[in-house]
């Protein structure tokens, strides 16, 4: 097993890594006992309970934020790397990043969404659930759970949970802390750059400000030498350095402004409240995409995409948390109101061509969609917590929250109006409009009792209920030329479509019990129950079938005909899908050897996934939509270890496998290209196929020496390596399936720290490797037609071997 994890050059690389740390502690090897005997211990609050990772009876992982904020960890992407089982796929600034734990997904890869409410994990900021990537500042430790939490949380965890716990107001102390960071990306022509401060300010004995900035430029380092340089007026599929084209260099850039100001007050030692703002601002330029397994000659970090696609996002959150200690139990409110906007472009002209409507018979067609979204939510939970001493305990909570949405799709085709005969000056070709509103409410709660000192049993239950109200319209502006395109207020203004609507309820278990071997040995059992809610796909009914007269683009019912076939009936119903949910049964052990210098956890799990939503399409006009399908398992192990080996020197581990598939045949499931041309093809999915978004093993590894100055500061050396195995980008496939190589990156350091400074020199992905990290449709788009190519098949790429020099400043009185 061992030579099929490993590859040859990663060993030399590992090993290459891990010599250079062992020679730097070889003067350190006179170890001080006093130094050995503790750990540092993270306090987690996942359980609802103050406890160590050690003694918390859950798979979870803790990132200190201090040590996030010295080696320079800014996204979800960087930060999952070194967390067993659990990966975030990387798609740059433009996009989201989608995140997968234990192999949970069936969606094929592709261009994501910033704001993602229906992933499988839950993002808490606080104890406000808040599905946005904001960059990471300021933070106490971010707090990784894996498997279903759906007993401990209001949010639905279908697969797992990340909470990023920011730094409180102190009383205690004024605190003035700057920061900066120079970096030069190897195929970027300019340098980026990253600059914050913080300030905390008590100003009283229960009152206190703090304050965090951030401002984040990166140049970017993706070409884009095929722009055009007038849409519907250059020649798109001309050669490289022709006068039809723009081109642009570094063209994935982003800016972003990140920031909060929190109040903290205690009127009384019983009450704890905190009122914060957060926000954050992005001005993403592009993609950060290649085009390099396209047909165009374009190289490794180029984009062949014939339209700039700029991005603008926009997020704030207004948080209000009051605990107050009620002598017997803790009282938790937590109370958040937030804002989602995004404006957007994108180049349209793979999909029109892929259609086969004619477009491409316009010799200059070029195409582009304007995106709009605006999103509200409101979350309202409340939590009471046990204190009192006694071997049973309990925690009870309720939750609510409220979504609305509202967004717009149109679709531009310049000078293809006049060319083909329509009246539509403006050129837009398609319009798409939506507005949705889901209301959830859930009441939870947990019940542990300590049978002996050794021995503990929990058991816990939820109940949710929501409601989904929906309308969509879908237009065709060249052919109404009194069509006028509505505003997002037009929109949010129209009454939900009785149709769409969606009610439902269930009830999810937990069972967890863990029994202490020794004082350094823990052992556990959970079976845990997380859930997803449902949704609609919106577009109109279809009508009865008729061979005289097409259905054209409507959603099928279950078991309606579409066809003259004797097998031409709907599998599913393409008009909505129901919530889906998992059953988790894990064994784990969490252990330290060697006087506690040595910590070593594990575990084993088997997940069953149950009427597993994944994107599939409308038989009629292959229109992308959401199914159930026949349910899905996913099965393997997780290790880590922490190893304080000598003084100063610190040994980090990790390393999982994770084997995830349907379990049950999936009629029409993938949706396939027929080349030539772009006949669409539904394909089953089988029992045991692979599903896609995650590698089946994982493995990383860091080394951290400290050595002391005589000046009494302090010489900080990284390394650190992580390595995934290759990622399928749909489910089974068969053709239409791209398999993403497997990579490892190495990053390195070396920081010289004062009482006051931090000053640190790093290389990320210090080998440079090139890698691909996530991907859009498939192979099989690559194809030429009536001259037109086709150049939707790219795939995210890591970025290239950065150099950087980063600093810290902080005052504190």
Partial sequence: MINRIFAPNLIVRAMALTTACSAISMPAMAQDEDKLAEVEKITVTATRRAGSVQDVPINIAALDGAQLEQKGVGDVSELLRFVPGIVAIDQGGRNGNPIIVRGINADPLGQGSGSDQGGTVATYLGEIPLAIDLRITDLDRVEVLLGPQGTLYGAGTLSGAIRYIPKK??????????????????????????????????????????????RYDDPGFIDQPFIVREIGVSEPDSPRGSDQLAPQEDVNGQESLTGKVGIRWMPIDEVDINLTYYFQDEENEGRTISSHRGELPTGLFENAQRVVEPNDESTDLLA??????????????????????????????????????????FPTFTAFTREEEEEETFNQEIRLVSTYESDLTWIVGWFYNKLENVGFSAEFTPGYAQFAGFDRPDNLEYFSASSEKITERAFYGELAYQITDDWQVTIGARHYKYAIQSQQTVDFPLFDPGFVAASLDEIEAREFDPTLGQNDDGSLFKFNTSYAISDDINLYFTISEGFRIGGVNGGGPCPDYDPDAPQGNCNLAPGQQFGPGPNDFAQF?????????????????????????????????????????????????????????????????????KWLAADGLRLNGSFSRVLSELSADVPSLVRSIEPPG?????????????????????????????????????????????????ILSRTAGYGSSFTLPSFGVANAGISY??????????????????????????????????GASVRSFVTNVLRPRTFGVRFTYTFSD
Avoid: C
Avoid at 173 to 197: A, H
């Fill in 169 to 214: 107001p102190q009383f205690d102390e004024t605190e003035y802390s700057f920061r900066g960071d120079f970096f030069q990306t190897s195929e970027s022509d300019d340098l980026g750059n990253d600059f914050g401060i913080t300030l905390n300010l008590p100003l009283s004995d229960s009152f206190a400000f703090r304050a965090a900035l951030d």
């Fill in 320 to 361: 209000l948390e009051i605990v107050a200690d009620l002598g017997f139990a803790e009282l938790t409110s937590a109370t958040g109101s937030s804002n989602y906007e995004e404006t957007g472009q994108r180049d349209q002209t793979d999909l029109l061509i892929s259609l086969e409507y004619s477009y491409e018979t």
């Fill in 573 to 641: 119903d393409e008009r909505a899908y129901g919530p889906d949910t998992t059953r988790n049964h894990e064994l784990g052990i969490k252990s330290q050897w060697l006087d506690g210098l040595l910590t070593v956890n594990g575990a084993v799990y088997q997940i069953d996934w149950e009427d597993n939503q994944l994107s599939s399409a409308t038989v009629n006009a292959s229109v992308p939509i959401t199914i159930n399908a026949n349910g899905a398992e996913s099965k393997g192990f997780e290790m880590s270890f």
């Fill in 678 to 726: 772009f006949t669409t093809r539904f394909i089953d999915g089988r029992k045991g196929d692979r599903l896609p978004g995650s590698p089946e093993t994982q493995a990383s590894f860091s080394a951290t020496y400290s050595q002391e100055l005589s000046n009494d500061a302090e010489l900080f050396y990284s390394a650190d390596f992580a390595w995934q195995s290759d």
């Fill in 753 to 786: 720290i004062t009482d006051d400074w931090t000053v640190t020199a790093y290389a990320n992905n210090l080998f440079d490797k090139f890698a691909e990290t996530g991907v859009q449709s498939t192979e099989l788009s690559n194809q030429t037609v009536n």
